[in-house]
Every structure is written in structure tokens, then in C-alpha cells.
């Protein structure tokens, strides 16, 4: 568990273990006041971000230590000044840990390979992992386990966040079902692997493109915007076209079980990949969600330094 840079590379234990450490954490954060006395955590951002910058900045905080905030528009590095494998090597003469948002998932494999400091993946085009352990710490709060829950996520399949959902929960050994159009099905490397993963942990994993068979009885609703980051401007009229089917909406909701949670990373956008009356409603569990990723990382940030 040197660095966090995909859920498939940490195995199941490695993910539950942080989960408890995550649920000390926040049931007792005094307790964890001064453990990164001194340690600096560099922050760089290629992608805006609220929650993310937010929540290990604060993070840091409560553990005792310090945040840098470093944008890359205005660094050398990457821009054709300075190489990733030097600015990285350098980061890790001053900094204890880093963490990246970043357009290509190829850039963190490169600062990972030359870091001799831990490096989180804080989103990459690819993944996010880290709001993955922010949702599995929320599951399990409002559910009581994991284990044979089933997890429906509706929209985009081919994103960072559907990614790195179908890592988690296959791992943790959720059942996972995704309901996106064709033309945006997830990366087929990641479903043969997760196919894996779910088969390893009892769980199953469905991929459709009928969004009521994917919601249809699951303890848990979740999507993501359809305007990631990295998606051209241009493209939303499209994209609005092809993912409504897809939309989270009321009628929709209530194919799901009955006690069912929404979830959804945020930021999001009503009317859009869901409906207001959804995410404003009862079953929404958005914000609790947002909170998580504080307690969530804290827990990460103590692992990877070899504190807890
Ligand atoms: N969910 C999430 O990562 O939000 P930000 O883009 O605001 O960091
Ligand atoms: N899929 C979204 C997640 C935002 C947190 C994006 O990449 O913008």
C-alpha cells in the first residue's frame, strides 16, 4: 500500500482496513490531532475541484500537518519546461506526500514510478479512487455492511468514477450493475477485470444498456455528471441527448428497493443526471457522501504514512 493510485491494485483487506480506520477516525478525531505533525502534503491540481481540494487540505489539517495547493498552470512541470520524473524527484526531497488530479492516468503512473513519497491519485480521466472509499465508508454507514448489497449506476459508463466503483465494490464483494448506452460502456479492460474481482468475492457484475433492468431491486443508486471535466464544451448538446434515458428520476428511483440510498459524487447538476426530486429527496444521502471523503482521506493520508 505504497501508493493510492487505483482500487485494483489495493486488495480487498487493504480496503476494509482502511474503512476501519476511517470510522475511528471520524468517531474520534482528537485522537488523531497531532499524528502528521511536520508532514506536508502537496496538492496539485490539473482539474478544478471543490471537494477534493477541500477535504485533504482540511484534512491535513486535523492531523496536525500542512497542505501545499499547487496548480499546474502556472508550474513548470508538464508544461515543456520540466519533465514529471524530475519535478517528482524533487517534490519528494521536500514533501512527505502527494497527491495529483490530473487529465492523463499515464502522468500519475509516471509520478508514481519516480516518487520515493506516496502518491494519491486524486482523479485522473481514468479513475478516482479516492471518492470510492468515501462511498463504501457511506454504504456501509447507512446499510450496516457491504458484503451482497448491489449497487446500480446509471449514465456515463466510460468515467473515472464508474471505473474505480467497479473496482470497489467488486473487491468488497457488492454486487455492481451498470446502465449506460453502448456507445459509453466502461473500458472493457476494467469490466474482464472486475468480472474477476466480483467472481474472487461472490459478487456478480452486469452491464446494460436498459437502465430499468440495472436499477431494478438495488439497495443503491448512483450516478455521475454527464459533463466530466475533461469532456469538451461542445459535446453536452449530444451527451444530454444520449444519457437521458439514463437520468436518475423519480419514476426511476422507484424501480429501486424500497429503502434504496442516491448517491452521487457531485458536483451535479438536477435535471441532468438526475432529478431534483431525487437528489433533494429522502433517499439522498449526497452530502453525508461529501463529508465522507474528509474522513476517508484522513484515514488514507495515516496509511500511506505508516502511522496506523
Ligand atoms: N467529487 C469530487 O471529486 O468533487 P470535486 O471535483 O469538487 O473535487
Ligand atoms: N466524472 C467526474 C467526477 C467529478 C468529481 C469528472 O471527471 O468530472
Not at 502537496?42 to 500537518?65: D, H, V, Y
Not at 434515458?245 to 459524487?265: G, K
Amino acid at each position: 500500500m505504497k501508493h493510492l493510485i487505483s482500487l485494483k491494485d489495493w486488495s480487498p483487506e487493504a480496503i476494509f482496513d482502511v474503512l476501519d480506520l476511517a470510522v475511528k477516525v471520524k468517531a474520534a478525531p482528537e485522537q488523531y490531532a497531532d499524528v502528521l505533525k511536520q508532514k506536508t502534503l502537496l496538492m496539485i491540481f490539473e482539474k478544478p475541484s471543490l471537494r477534493t481540494r477541500i477535504s485533504f487540505e482540511a484534512g491535513m489539517t486535523q492531523l496536525g500537518g500542512h497542505a501545499i495547493y499547487y496548480d499546474m498552470s502556472t508550474s513548470p512541470m508538464g508544461g515543456g519546461k520540466e519533465t514529471i520524473e524530475d519535478s517528482i524527484k524533487v517534490i519528494s526531497r521536500m514533501c512527505d506526500l502527494v497527491m495529483a488530479r490530473l487529465f492523463r492516468h499515464e502522468d500519475i503512473l509516471e509520478m508514481a514510478q519516480y516518487a520515493t513519497i506516496p502518491v494519491i491519485n486524486a482523479l485522473t480521466d481514468n479513475s478516482h479512487p479516492c471518492q470510492i472509499l468515501a462511498d463504501l465508508l457511506t454504504v456501509q454507514e447507512k446499510k450496516g455492511s457491504l458484503k451482497g448489497l448491489t449497487l446500480a449506476y446509471l449514465g456515463d459508463g466510460f468515467n473515472n468514477v464508474t471505473h474505480s466503483l467497479m473496482y470497489g465494490c467488486s473487491k468488497v464483494g457488492m454486487n455492481i450493475r451498470i446502465g449506460s448506452p453502448e456507445a459509453h460502456m466502461p473500458a472493457v479492460e476494467v469490466t474482464e477485470q472486475c468480472v474477476e474481482f466480483a467472481q474472487e468475492a461472490g459478487s456478480g457484475l452486469l452491464i446494460t444498456d436498459d437502465p430499468a433492468e440495472a436499477v431494478q431491486g438495488a439497495d443503491v443508486v448512483y450516478t455521475d455528471s454527464w459533463m466530466s471535466y475533461h469532456i469538451p464544451k461542445e459535446e453536452e448538446a449530444s451527451r444530454i441527448k444520449v444519457f437521458t434515458p439514463y437520468q436518475v428520476s423519480d419514476v426511476l428511483m422507484e424501480e429501486a428497493a424500497t429503502d434504496a440510498i442516491f448517491m452521487n459524487c457531485l458536483p451535479a447538476l438536477r435535471g441532468a443526471e438526475q432529478s431534483a426530486g431525487v437528489i433533494d429527496g429522502p433517499q439522498s444521502v449526497v452530502f453525508d457522501e461529501a463529508e465522507n471523503r474528509l474522513h476517508a482521506q484522513k484515514a488514507v493520508l495515516l496509511k500511506l504514512s505508516g502511522v496506523a
